[in-house]
């Protein structure tokens, strides 16, 4: 790798700080989706997935917990990895994005909670999406990321979620500009979401 | 766990030893899906995931090559258990099934593989599904069993896979009565369709 | 591997059950010596330390609890594959072997809890080891099966201890005919120690 | 943990790196010591073991190659993250320890390779430790850490090992400011090692 050594040390020391949060969360294991959750964090000048730390394996729930299944290295994500690039063309300081859950009911628990926090909030409508975008991996994300800016107003979005599509699972997404305060917020909100309504 | 011991070793031993099959097998990552795989094992007279053996955190990808996240335990799966749960209710003798992806244009080359190998093929159209069942995890998961039943001609089926539906991803099944066999079996599917028309 | 399917089955369960019986034991990870736990498991007619299923990396202590760094594989052993090889030239009953550690005043309080239980205990004095017997590793393990069975007076040992010798640490080693009632009693001997003195 | 995040961060990224080093070595796997091998990185200030960040579970040998059975935490080593502190209190820019086998016939090579790369190499007499030293785990590594001191000619020690002594293993340490760099010639000596005489 040609990258800077000391944005790696700092890179890798982060992400190692962010997954110690989300695997020490009970709460967070809840909102694992079906397609396990990854936390991707770009390099400053990132292109490609390969310029793009993240969990190799993602992270799956072992023993009820939140486990990353192997280490943190570049090009471990495609899915999350597209979609922070997607973003970082109009938002460049958005360098990382984790994925979490969106079960029924959960979109408007997630709205209210977002607002209280100050926080632009979207939702993706996927079924918007056009079928040539859907087809090219690539393509389709950039698409989510440009749907994502323009449903949160044309801000940089903070939190949002999809309801899925055909062979799609339905996801949220937070982003942030680094992985450690990210993986703070994910645990509040995973908290928050064990203590609703008691 | 009241469970025969005589019969729990075994199950263990099996599990263990069809795992190293698959976490040998590097085809195989190229097959596991978004959801990741898991594999469930039934106790003979399983009524409920709890009695069905599976591998806790799912079979994920590190480094390229398949990876269990967790050991083997009782209860560790809900999908893959409720369906051979279902798939019991008409044939008891099978105990195994195993999910795997189905990407674009991979239904038809599977067909033609288990045709070749004298396998009972089906395709599973989950949009067929009545809302009703789909509501409800349990049932979803009886309905499909029946589905994939009534769909290889009213006989045990072997390998199925299904388009997927909205928020679901599509994919394939191999069941069997123990999983060395049937682990065997998937990898001899990874490796052909790795193979495929060179 | 030619081992017979039925018998490999057996032992991959009966370890599997074995270690997560070591696992889930707080009190045991305060057992575990510098150069780690390994639990031994030879096949009937085992010769050679490839015929012994043990576990890949041994048994170390991670966040506080006993964890197995990698799998049950034959082979996986050398000292404790070789030291059960060598007691089952006189007792081929005893198809298991785990270690642990033995800190200062252990030995005294450990014998007392064999004694309690009527189990043969043993002191081994690996400074009487002849010099050509030590350097050669295979010879040595003879030398301390043998010495084994003849310090706990020409029977069956269940369990011993050694003073460790120049450049070997003191460790313990209990003996079974199978691993998972063999792992119980060194539970029991992990928690009845931690209660020592309460 | 109130260390500084900046600082924290930057040892999480070193380490991380530095075990990636260690775990793609194949030909370290032949240099873990019977101990298994462990790594410390102590912060700037550090004055006890929970100030040092080491790999918890230690690195063992898992399919042939070095694997880390836990991850990197503060206060997860005992023994050398007290040889760190030790030699710190004369070399304070000293901060990293690794240690590896030595195995007989290995000190005279490693003396040599030393000389060639310019290191400081010392050889530590345990049976040289004063009784009230040994029995007190604290002293014990005080007095090493002074005497790698003294034996290396009262300057920086860079490599040295010992002879072992009654009960404990022999042992080799590399020492350095940092373990990226330290990892990297860690790797050089057993690379060197494995190809001695071809």
Not at 116 to 126: E, K, P, S, T, Y
Not at 175 to 185: F, N, Q
Request: charged residues 25%; glycine residues 8%.
């Amino acid at each position: 790798m040609d990258t800077d050594p000391v944005i790696a040390i700092e890179m890798y020391g982060r992400m190692m700080i962010a997954l110690e949060k989300l695997e020490s969360c009970r709460e967070f294991a809840a909102l694992i989706p079906e397609v396990r959750t990854n936390m991707a964090y770009a390099l400053p000048n990132a292109r490609t997935p390969g310029e793009v730390l993240a969990i190799d394996g993602r992270i799956t729930v072992v023993k009820g917990m939140p486990r990353a299944a192997g280490r943190p290295c570049f090009g471990a994500s495609g899915h999350m990895a597209r979609l922070v690039l997607g973003i970082r063309e109009a938002y460049p300081e958005i360098r990382t994005a984790i994925d979490f859950s969106n079960p029924p009911g959960f979109a408007p628990w997630l709205e209210e909670y977002c607002r209280q926090n100050g926080w632009a909030f979207a939702v993706l409508d996927r079924q918007a999406e056009p079928e040539v975008s859907r087809d090219a991996e690539g393509s389709s994300m950039s698409w989510r990321a440009r749907e994502v800016i323009r449903a949160a107003g044309n801000r940089a979005p903070k939190v949002f979620c999809d309801a899925g599509a055909f062979g799609k699972e339905p996801v949220s997404v937070i982003v942030g500009t680094e992985p450690i305060s990210t993986a703070d917020e994910l645990c509040g909100i995973a908290r928050a979401f064990a203590r609703r309504g008691t």
